[in-house]
């Protein structure tokens, strides 16, 4: 069970700590004054969905934690597990399992064993009747979650089968007009006989033939003033230190290296030389290379942006082409395991409809009998499935399940969403849900606002069943109904305070003379000696 519930900055709510108890947990309060922010809380902290929006005004951040009394569960220190989720502004989301990080989807499977919380959406599902299937394969249980595991394993490669059917060109016109356009493709690459780095070559090429009368010129001037000055310079200084160098070995050493610079100078006179001569171009060579280098331009606009990315896709083009000429074969053998997989598929949606047509009449049976004690004797409710036609496979397999209820003796059976009022809505949600919680062993079960509907015995019928319910699990109710507070056997009042134009959630547990004015005020609107005397009556008949 949750022991303790932490929240902060949760719309009006600051900093609050819920002590609850095991069994059953009534709140009740004034409009607005937070009861739904709990419920929120409590569907935040197993994984739900939130709004930043539901981060109290001025904050940035909220915070929700749990202390769960769950001894037989492995993760259970003490007995106790500390589940904790905090968000931030800026959409950071951090939970927690006894101070170990885990992520929101694995926070909500963690949960979902712990905590169970029915609110309006509920009610929404079950006047879907595409739901249904779910609320029938959770009772039925592991046996179904196993035969559901081997059939969408099948299921998803069916339909990865069907995708390559689809692509892989069963149209002879498409087929052809598709590899007329692969070869083109390939034949213009084959053509071009392209070459690695070739691109970057011819580039600095044409990058010297743009440039080729500046490059003369310089050159020029290069090579004629190294021959006429610099290199004849360098000797006649070779020839003055050769007749001092008897002087002192420095003189020898500097001659030496005077030496060594000229033959360097004579050397890169030679190669001016030859660049001299490299950078004549004809137009015809341009013409050439620019020709070239346009065809590579035009090749990777169309195919990469890289020879290396160009012969890359080159390769595709093989590979495809290939395919598409050896698609029959292809389409052979996809189409033969696509017929393996078919027939697994029918003989597991066969297995899964007769277990399900079983299970659909337990679980009918039972529901009615929830509904009777729900002061709905004369209503019942039937689990119909229906087979769909063949090879109309979907996630659940072949099978169309559907709720289908007779509210009054004598009348015909229709769906379940065209004819059940709210407050038969809610009683029929609340027997589903106290007959899938004796399945699943769900710990906490959370009803927001059951109550919506109705009244009268109907109210107190849902009230004794709530009651029943906790006799086996924790639960959380908020409620506006006099006859299903008065069931509570922990009771607890939700209000608010203003403080400095800042507003304020609190919550304390009521003792028992607390509780019965409490009863009153909601079966009355105020507290009065005859609101006080029903109240009274109301909590004794619990």
Known sequence: ????????????IEDLVIDFNDGFNVLTGETGAGKTLIIGALSII???????????????????????????????VDGNIIVSREIYSNGRNSCKVNGRLV?????????????????????????????HIYYLDDFIGQEMLELKGKYSELFKRYNEI????????????????????????LKEIKNAKLKVGEDIKLQEEHNMMKNSEKLQENLEKIDETLNNQGIESISNSIRCLERISYCGDIYEEKLTELKNIYYEVQEIARDISSMREDVCFDEQERD???????????????YGNSIEEILVYKEKLETEISEIENVDEINKKL?????????????????????????????????????KDLEMSNATLRVSVEKLGEDKFNSNGLDKVEFMICTNKGEEEKELAKIASGGEMSRVMLAIKTVLADVDKVLTLVFDEIDTGISGKAAKAVGEKLKTISNNHQ???????????????????????????????????????????EIARISSGDVTDISIAHAKELRMAS
């Open 1 to 12: 069970m949750i022991s303790t519930l932490h929240i902060k900055n949760i719309g009006i």
């Open 46 to 76: 197993a994984g739900g969905r939130f709004a930043k929006d539901m981060i109290r005004n001025g904050e940035k951040y909220s915070f929700v934690e749990a202390s769960i009394f769950c001894p037989e569960n492995p993760e259970a």
């Open 103 to 131: 992520t929101v989807n694995e926070l909500k499977d963690f949960m979902a064993n712990i905590i169970n919380i029915h609110g309006q959406q509920d009610n929404q599902n079950l006047l879907n009747p595409s739901k």
């Open 162 to 185: 069907n995708a390559e059917l689809d692509k892989n060109y069963g149209d002879d016109r498409e087929k052809e007009r598709k590899l007329d356009l692969l070869n083109y493709q």
């Open 288 to 302: 050439e290379v620019e020709r070239r280098l346009d065809e590579i331009y035009s090749l990777k606009r169309k």
């Open 335 to 371: 189409k033969a395991e696509k017929e393996i997989a078919r027939n697994q598929m029918l003989e597991l949606c066969e297995k899964i409809h007769l277990i399900r047509v079983n299970y659909a009449k337990i679980i009918s049976d039972k529901i009615n009998n929830e509904l």
């Open 475 to 517: 639960v959380m109710v908020v409620t506006h109904s006099a006859s299903i507070a008065a069931k509570g056997a922990y009771n607890y009042y939700i209000s608010k305070k203003t403080v400095n134009e800042k507003t304020y959630t609190e919550i304390r547990q009521l003792n028992e003379k607390e509780t019965i004015e």
